[in-house]
């Protein structure tokens, strides 16, 4: 039998609330929890547990079929990929950062500067829309740490709590974007896995209806 492959985050703030939407959606799925792929035992599903700056990737490849992803992962390096539904967990914003000493007027104050990021396509766009001209530093993971180590002047990475930034003596200072989780779907899904995912988006559609 035909089962439609989807992507789920393999460790951080998404898997739980991924794997949590499928059950809601009456999808169990037996979790070994080191195993990178399950099946359901009672829809033609496989889940693949996957990094989630890999997934845009696997979408395109046509290696699943669906994923449950971050839009900001999506914004980053999956623009050309659609989303089928707006999953209404994992809220959070993409912004800019400076040390709260700082006194930060404007976006001009990046000018020159650097910034640490993960999400390299996102800053690029947002400064080359208003002018503005900053290095970037990329780096995968704790880059809050980056302006207390003289790595930088500014971050950009994800704001969900604020207790990162919090904890190093940040402050938001630009509102980039807003994101969710979201149902993303590969360009090259075949017409019969199109069909599990139109039975898949119908039950997500009652469990998104019933949590309101
Ligand atoms: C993420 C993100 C921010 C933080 C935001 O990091 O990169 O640092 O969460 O959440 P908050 O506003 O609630 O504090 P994560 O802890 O996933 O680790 P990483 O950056 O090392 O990947
Ligand atoms: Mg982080």
Do not use: W
Request: hydrophobic content about 40%; some cysteine.
């Amino acid at each position: 039998m035909t089962k439609i492959r989807i992507a789920v985050q393999k460790s951080g703030r998404l898997n739980e609330d991924s794997l949590k939407i499928l059950k809601d959606c009456g999808i169990s799925i037996d979790n070994g929890k080191d195993q990178l792929k399950a099946t359901s035992r009672n829809f033609p599903l496989e889940v693949f547990y996957l990094r989630n700056g890999d997934i845009p990737q696997y979408l395109r490849d046509g290696v699943v079929d669906i994923a449950i992803i971050g839009e900001n992962v999506l914004i980053e390096k999956g623009k050309d990929i659609s989303i089928a539904e707006r999953l209404g967990f994992s809220k959070c914003r993409v912004s800019l950062a400076v040390p709260k000493s700082e006194s930060y007027n404007s976006i001009k104050d990046f000018e020159g500067k650097k910034i640490a990021t993960s999400y390299p396509n996102t800053v690029k766009e947002y400064l080359a829309a208003r002018g503005v001209n900053a290095e970037l530093h990329i780096i995968n993971g704790s880059v809050e740490i980056a302006p207390n180590i003289g790595l930088a002047y500014g971050i950009c990475d994800i704001v969900s709590s604020g207790s990162t930034l919090f904890k190093n003596n940040l402050k938001e200072v630009e509102v980039m974007l807003k994101s969710e989780a979201v149902l993303a779907v590969s360009p090259t899904i075949s017409e019969e896995r199109k069909e599990l995912l139109k039975k898949i988006q119908f039950r997500i559609k009652s469990v998104l209806q019933a949590r309101q």
